[in-house]
Structures are given as C-alpha cells and as structure tokens.
C-alpha cells in the first residue's frame, strides 16, 4: 500500500513518534568513506563524503562544539526527548553521554561558550505541555548537567557578520506563538538574562533567520523562512525585498499550544492560529573569496507539496548553497539528493586541516508503518570543494 494514499496515516504516526519521545543510541559509529553518484549535474560539486552508521533515533537537530573542553570536536544530537554527545576524532564517532528530558520535547540544540576559557554549553529550546520550558545543559566528568532550566525563552545561535555569535531568545505568546521582539540573552553561569533587543524587524521570529552580506557592499540583509516555508529577504529596517517561489527548507516538528493529548485542531480553535511548524536553520556563509556571503538552506521533495495543514512528507534532501544578485536568490551548487529529510545541518571550520566541512544531520526515509525503527544519519562533506566548483 503506498504511503500517498494514506497521508492521514503518516501524520498520524508523526504525531505518535513525537508523543512518545523517540530515544535510542549507538555506542560507535565509525565513519566510512563513500563515492555518491552526484543525482543534480555539475551544481552537484564534489562527489565524496564521510557518514556514519545508521543511528537508532529519530532526529531532530544538531549542532557542533567543544562540550568537553579539551579541543575536541563534539557532535550533539538529539531526538524529540534526549540528548545524545559524540565525540568525532581520527574518522571515528563515539557516543560520549546521552541525557533524557522525561517529558520535555525538544525543538532545538545549539552550543555557545558563555565565557572564554569554559567549555561550549549545550542550549534546547523544549516544549512541556505547550509552555516554553528550555534548558542549558554542561558537560562534567562525561555527565550531562542541566545548570539552567524552564527558561520561558526559545533559544538560539547565530553568527552576525564581523561581530560572532550571539546567544537569542524568545517568549511564546498567548496568541502568537512568538510574541515580541527577539532580545540577546547573557548565560551568567546559573540564570539566562534578558538583554538588549537584537535588531531585527518584529515580524521575524527566534528561528529560521540568518543575517549576512548578501549584496557585497557591507550592508547586512536578512534572510528569514516565513510560515509557508518560503525564504524571504528584508533590510535591516523590515522592507521585503524578495520572497522565493520555491519551497525551502520544511521541519515535521510542531510547536505545541496546548499538551500532546489535545488535539491540534482543538489547540488551533483555542487560539484562532494555524499549525506552527518549526522553522530549521539557515546559515550565511563568507566564502572568502569575494566578501560576500552565501546562503545556506535545505531543499526537500514533498509527497504532500505542503498542501496538508497537520504533516509535512519530506524526502530527498540536498543542501544548496544561494546567491543574491540583488533581485532575486540564485542557486550556486548542492550536495547530492539524499533519500531522507534533513533536520539539521552546521559548517564546521574546526579541522586542522583548515578545510570548512559541511556537517549534516539525515533522517532516513521513514517506514511509516513502523516508525519505531527510525534511524538517523549523520554525513560530512568538504565544503571548500563545492565553492571552488561555483
């Protein structure tokens, strides 16, 4: 019986598979080297990739980081209710700790050093119920220590150009799922503190933005997803400048309103707002050629085409990278199509080698019909050989 039949089956399962807070782990998972027939024509760039074994959990973000202090690169993983470290060292990924939230359901992971010489935190944005319950956790003696918890805020990282990364948050509203402006928040070792008001227009949320100079000419643009999973881009002042045709990006992750027992339809009717998405990251990318930046986003197939209001059936992901040529977005290449949906994905510029990588985090096409054997991937590709094949 094939799945596009039955999209009511699929969302459904979805909806169980994030219920139950999906878990598992795998203790190594050692990176093998792999020719990918490259599916898209010359964008495709290099044809090489590292990925791991196939992990047994469904994922749903990642980020990269030294958790453990010690110049080691980490790789954190999680799944819609545990954390999952790995440490990635001589091609081989090794699971470190794994910590589980109980009844929290995560949204998000990224990892920011608060303080010079500490090692990187890991920082969740987590739903309990439908109330913002977020969290900071650090690594200690290879243990998983919440030091920050039920924060109101959703979190998130960015990099601005030329000033690093900021640590944002965001509170939910009664009737808006994000409600007022997105503030930089200070890590004081034992609380997060509201600070000033980052500056982006209040119509863009905490997720799914980036900033870059996309134009080359040093003045910074905002590239932002809006609820239709289309890519926007404004100026600092809020002008839209251009929305794209095509879809991008895509998450199956919900926001909740209410607790997982109602109904979103019910939840919907509560508050007189749709279904809210999560909305996945995008990264402006300086390829240090041209002092100008890129933009790197995600691009899906969908059985569905998005016309569902409940689920989303996202297959065949590929990162692409895109360039504004001051009218509209431009693909400049892509990896090849995978057979899963991406969740997540990072550049990491921490090789010794100096080469950046493109690290990204694959959920493997889904037997909906048995959803509780979900397996995620994780592939790393060399990224400086798809911009010098532009």
Known sequence: MKIRFLPFIGALLIACAFTLGLTGSTAVSRLVGAAEAAENGPSSGADSEWKSDELNLLGVGMAIGDV???GAKNIILIDPSTVYVYRLAQNVMSLVTEYS???????SVDTFRP?????????????NR???????LELRKNTLVPVIENSPYFLRVIEYPTRGKYLLGQQRGMRRMYDGPVYQMQDTGSSLQVGPRFGIPLKIPVFGFTIGDFAGNRTPLIAAFDRSDHIRIYTPQGKKLFVTQEFYGGADSVL???????????????????VEFFRPRLIALDDYRRGI????TFYHSSKTRRLLSQTKMLEEGQIMGLKWNGDALVELWSTPKLQGMITDFAVDASDPSGRRKLVVLERKKTDWLAFLRSKSQVRIYDLDTYLKGQ
């Open 101 to 107: 939230t109980s009844s929290l359901e995560l949204k």
């Open 68 to 70: 453990e202090g010690n």
């Open 293 to 296: 930046h890129q933009l790197l």
């Open 115 to 127: 303080t010079k010489n500490g090692p990187d935190r890991i920082y969740l944005s987590a739903q």
């Open 256 to 274: 909740r309103w209410r607790g997982p027992e109602v109904r979103e339809s019910e939840s919907r009717k509560l508050n007189d707002e749709e």
């Open 130 to 136: 439908g109330a913002v319950a977020s969290l900071v």
